[in-house]
């Protein structure tokens, strides 16, 4: 199985990034709930965003709500993460997690999830 994130890149604050993760064909990508966390040399892995395998439900960390967006396209096997109004602070390496579930909630906890990419980097900087 493979996982892989792609789309980051160098932004200047205030700007927007799409950043993109594959799925390989061993996931039916329907069941499974999808999170995006980021990380940074000096910090542990912070949960950024997850959605439900329904879609119906998302959840954001505080510090991206109204300026990250979580999707997913499952006929695609991709899920996305649109970043507008990017801050210096969401500077870090973005990877892509998932794990089989079908229950109407999802979290933002790192070892909720059995699947990762190996993530991409985003800098945010003038």
């Known amino acids: 199985w493979q996982i892989v994130e792609s789309g980051g890149g160098l932004v200047q604050p205030g700007g927007s990034l799409r950043l993109s993760c594959v799925f390989s064909?061993?996931?039916?990508?329907?069941?499974?709930?999808v999170a995006w966390f980021r990380q940074v040399p000096w910090k542990g892995r912070e949960g950024v965003s997850c959605?439900?395998?329904?879609?119906?439900?998302?959840n954001y960390a505080d510090s991206v709500k109204g300026r990250l967006w979580i999707s997913r396209d499952d006929a695609k096997n991709t899920a996305f993460l649109q970043m507008n109004s990017l801050k210096p602070e969401d500077t870090a390496d973005y990877f892509c997690?998932?794990?089989?579930?079908?229950?109407?909630?999802?979290?933002?906890?790192?070892?909720?999830?059995?699947?990762w990419g190996q993530g991409t980097a985003v800098t945010v900087s003038s």
């Open positions: 959605i439900t395998s329904s879609g119906d439900v998302e």
């Open positions: 997690a998932a794990v089989g579930s079908v229950l109407n909630r999802c979290l933002l906890s790192e070892t909720t999830y059995d699947y």
């Open positions: 064909s061993e996931f039916s990508l329907y069941s499974y709930a």
